[in-house]
């Protein structure tokens, strides 16, 4: 994945405004330099396309790129970039990645999906599973709770957002979804391991 690739749409480019904590999400256009952290930063330069991809932007790389899709196993779609790194996505929920080196292995999205639909109320549990330096499966628990924050325009579509914090032993995250008038994810920002971070995707085209 290239520090500065094409972006075809601007539902990511957004969504790392957000994470650069930026009140003001309705006016991506162009070409944008994000600030992410000190010294970092992602130039995202917005070119519409037919095609529909996933937008991933890696604040911690300082690398965005386009995915195609791969493979389709039920409701979880695979996403794939030039040089093979893939993330699985469960209707908007990071599921997978392989090819960062410090990949999330499997999670679960059934409980975020159900909070985000309104079908599930109050505290949840998530599970990731993870390898360590010998290959073993490492497993990280951590409890959940969701918030809708409200009404939101995120590349000038209104969306709703939703704050997932979750809590392991010793740390803590939080996610963010944005969701359309029928309560699917249409960009994202999401944990994915402790050494990657946050990433952030997003549909550049509606399935």
Not at 21 to 32: I, P, Q
């Amino acid at each position: 994945m290239g520090k500065v690739l094409a972006m075809r749409g601007a539902y990511v480019a957004a969504a790392i405004l957000g994470l650069a904590g930026c009140a003001n999400l309705s006016s991506v256009t162009g070409k944008k330099f994000v600030p992410v952290a000190a010294g970092q930063g992602v130039a995202i330069e917005v070119v519409q396309s037919p095609q529909v991809g996933l937008e991933v932007v890696i604040p911690s790389r300082d690398v965005s790129a386009v995915l195609l899709p791969a493979g389709r196993n039920g409701t979880v779609t695979t996403w794939r970039s030039q040089d093979n790194v893939t993330v699985a996505e469960d209707r908007g929920v990071v599921v997978a990645t392989r090819g960062l080196g410090d990949d999330l292995m499997a999670a679960d999205a059934g409980p975020t999906l159900a909070a985000l639909s309104g079908s599930r109320t109050g505290a949840y549990r998530r599970t990731f599973r993870f390898l360590d330096a010998e290959e073993h499966a490492r497993y990280v628990l951590m409890g959940c709770t969701i918030s809708r924050i409200g009404p939101e325009t995120l590349a000038g579509r209104d969306l709703i957002r939703h704050e997932e914090t979750c809590k392991a032993h010793n740390f803590g995250v939080k996610n963010i979804y944005w969701t359309d008038e029928a309560r699917a994810v249409r960009a994202a920002r999401q944990w994915i391991s402790p050494k990657v971070g946050m990433i952030a995707i997003g549909l550049s085209n509606a399935r």
